[in-house]
């Protein structure tokens, strides 16, 4: 049965409590009005019984005789049962981990709470170099691997077998349904929200869902900011006086007379929009689009600057100018945030790369090449895989419809644009989907009231079925 309700975005923190990832803001969104108002979009500070540890494991797990190096995890056993408590993993997303807390599903199975930092991210960075040549141990399966040994390091310690429960959102929604794929003798049952298990290519329905969503439940969002997309394109068209005015409006000096400076500005400009609907913020983007009408008919420059102004206000003044968004920020090996490792992830395994199209909202000539051609440039034309390595991530894993699986909840939004790789249908009876309908509800639960609460219960009857099985299972093998 496919459920159809609402989650509250407390009680999904209180259930899965959240590392890094896209669930919360990217790194490059935090210093403006969404994140003042907003610090449930922020990763929260974590108590004092999350204890920091590491483990060293192998660069590359299919030479475990090679290098290692320290991979940072935290525990929390406030709340677990050391003598029959389960396990409860959150996995590791694309940014740092900052720790792990007893939440409310934690309390109701008396778990330990764990939580793995994604190896080429926060302090897990092996030997701190991210060259093209150490960049080749940044997958998905060497994150999986790294995972499970984090799991067993944690079991080897403990007096029986315990059972474990993975968690995430988003990115790490997908390697939690990859984790229980992977390794079903390792991990008895996941949670996935939001997550992207399907590795799109040419990623177009991103910007089909952001317009459909805007649009709701008043038409007209969608057409202005196709008007304001229009606007940049002819100052574009109009010179390099004005196209880098245009630039200079979003903040993006720096990306003023770059190689790929143009296909990195319309990526920009296209997300920080995008991002609004994601988020749970779609209202406050359409009522700033509204702005520059009220007066008279805008022209070009004021659809411009009102749209630079917005950007600015609501995801901070250095949006533009992120490394996120400039490739050549992003050829920096030195740089130790997040971006050039997930670009890699992109590029390499995952791509969800969103080129324009004829009635998009973003730049209609943003082509797939030109997405593709940012991979190359960053990192070079043998690091790039044929179509972004999708092929091969969704042949391993599945993709939206081939799991072959259980006990994975699944768990989507109606306005969030991600959820078209996700699976978006419940697949078998023991594959559980639950969709979360209602008007502002962003990625991972973002902007969902708080008095909504069916698919929460939903997921936790699953988890709790779960367990309870697994636990019996255990013992009966212990006999």
């Avoid at 935090?30 to 204890?51: E, K, M, N, Q």
């Avoid at 991103?206 to 202005?224: H, S």
Wanted: proline share 5%.
């Amino acid at each position: 049965m496919v459920y159809r309700g609402p989650i509250t975005l407390a009680v999904l923190l209180g259930l899965t409590r959240g590392v890094a990832g896209l669930r919360w803001l990217p790194e490059h969104a935090r210093s403006g009005a969404i994140a003042a108002g907003s610090p449930d979009l922020l990763p929260p500070t974590y108590p004092s019984t999350s204890v920091l540890k590491t483990l060293d494991v192998p660069l590359d797990h299919s030479n475990p005789n090679g290098r290692t190096f320290p991979l940072r995890y935290f525990v929390d056993d406030s709340c677990w049962d050391a003598k029959d408590g389960p396990i409860f993993v959150e996995m590791g997303g694309e940014g740092p981990a900052s720790g792990a807390r007893c939440g409310s599903l934690h309390k109701t199975h008396s778990a330990l709470a764990v939580a793995v930092e994604h190896r080429f991210y926060g302090g897990s960075i092996p030997f701190n170099d991210r060259t093209v040549a150490n960049l080749k141990y940044l997958s998905v399966e060497q994150n999986l691997a790294d995972t499970a040994a984090v799991i067993e390091a944690i079991q080897k310690n403990l007096t029986s077998k315990r059972v474990v429960m993975n968690f995430g959102g988003s990115y790490s929604g997908a390697t939690a349904a990859w984790f229980r794929i992977a390794y079903p003798e390792v991990t008895h049952g996941t949670s996935s929200s939001s997550g992207v298990v399907n590795a799109i290519l040419n990623f177009t329905e991103f910007d089909q869902l952001v317009a459909a969503a805007i649009d709701r439940p008043k038409a007209g969002c969608a057409a202005r900011l196709r008007a304001v997309t229009a606007a940049f394109e002819r100052a574009f068209a109009a010179g390099e006086a004005q196209k880098n005015a245009a630039k200079e409006a979003m903040g993006a000096k720096n990306l003023v007379g770059t190689t790929m400076g143009d296909a990195d500005f319309w990526y920009m400009q296209a997300d920080g929009a995008a991002m609004m609907d994601q988020y749970g913020h779609k209202a406050q983007l359409c009522d700033a689009l509204e702005i520059p009408y009220t007066k008279h008919q805008p022209t070009d420059a004021d659809l411009i600057a009102n749209f630079g102004a917005t950007i600015k206000k609501f995801w901070g003044d250095d949006f533009g100018a992120s490394c996120f968004y400039d490739s050549e920020c992003l050829k920096d090996t030195s740089r130790v945030d997040m971006a050039r490792s997930w670009r890699w992830q992109k590029c390499t395994e995952l791509a969800y790369l969103q080129p324009g199209y004829s009635g998009s909202l973003r730049h209609a000539a943003l082509s797939l090449d030109q997405l593709v051609e940012q991979c190359v440039y960053v990192f070079g034309e043998d690091a790039v895989p044929p179509n972004c390595g999708t092929e091969k991530t969704n042949a391993r894993y599945g993709g939206a419809t081939g799991i072959t699986a259980t006990k994975i909840v699944f768990l989507d939004y109606s306005d969030d644009p991600w959820q078209m790789a996700s699976v978006r249908k419940q697949l078998s009876p023991s594959l559980p989907y639950c969709f979360t309908e209602c008007d502002g509800c962003g990625h991972c639960g973002a902007g969902v009231p708080p008095t909504v609460t069916k698919c929460a219960d939903i997921e936790a009857k699953y988890i709790g079925e779960w367990v309870a099985e697994a636990k019996a299972e255990l013992r009966k093998a212990q006999v």
